[in-house]
Every structure is written in structure tokens, then in C-alpha cells.
């Protein structure tokens, strides 16, 4: 059976940083987009980042561009995504997914989440 598992998050003060991964068991990335998500309590989940698993293309929201970096390591089927300058509002659960396309409306294949909690 196929399992998205995210790993990484954690609690860390405003301006620090966090590096979440993700790793597929059963079935690797390489047909897919792999996306990041987010959901803060009483909010609607939103995109993060994707990356084209083949190219390694890039999709960022404007929310984090500039911050946030979404890489991959084909040798150990995981992506990452590395968060700097964390600010209170980045914290929710982050959800790794993957897709058919790196579009935010693409992806349908969801992990547990990891929890991101960013204090001031």
C-alpha cells in the first residue's frame, strides 16, 4: 500500500528555520508531481510549493516565495522543503501530496501531515 510520509516539523521562534521530508513507501515519485500543503485551524487548505519530479521544475506560492525552497533526491525518493524565515502565520499542518500535474488543483494523493508551529 502506498503511504506519504512527512517528517520534520516542529516548534521554532519566528526567523528560524525548518526542513520538512517526505518520503513515498511502495511506490516511487517518478510519474508525479509532488506538492506541499498547509492548513491552519479555521482556514481553507492551501498550496505551498510543487516540484515535477522528472525536471525538477518549481511552483511556489507568492506567500512563501523567497523562503521557502522545494528540492527532491531522486536516490532517496524524498522531497523536502526547506523553510526560512518562518514567521508566526506559517504555522499549520503541512501535508505532502502528489499529483498529475504540479498545478495547485492537481494533486489528489494526500500524507498524514506534520505540524509547523512558528512562535514570536
Known amino acids: 500500500q502506498v503511504q506519504l510520509l512527512e517528517s520534520g516539523g516542529g516548534s521554532v521562534q519566528a526567523g528560524g528555520s525548518l526542513r520538512l521530508s517526505c518520503v513515498s513507501s511502495?511506490?516511487?515519485?517518478?510519474?508525479?508531481?509532488v506538492g506541499w500543503f498547509r492548513q491552519a485551524p479555521r482556514k481553507e487548505r492551501e498550496f505551498v510549493a510543487g516540484?515535477?519530479?522528472?525536471?525538477?521544475?518549481?511552483l511556489y506560492a507568492d506567500t512563501v516565495k523567497g523562503r521557502f525552497t522545494i528540492s527532491r533526491d531522486k536516490d532517496k525518493n524524498t522531497v523536502y522543503l526547506q523553510m526560512n524565515s518562518l514567521k508566526p502565520e506559517d504555522t499549520a499542518a503541512y501535508y505532502c501530496?502528489?499529483?498529475?500535474?504540479?498545478?495547485?488543483?492537481?494533486?489528489?494523493?494526500w500524507g498524514q501531515g506534520t505540524q509547523v508551529t512558528v512562535s514570536s
Open positions: 501530496a502528489t499529483g498529475n500535474s504540479i498545478n495547485p488543483w492537481a494533486y489528489d494523493y
Open positions: 511502495g511506490r516511487p515519485f517518478s510519474s508525479y508531481a
Open positions: 516540484i515535477r519530479w522528472m525536471e525538477g521544475s518549481t
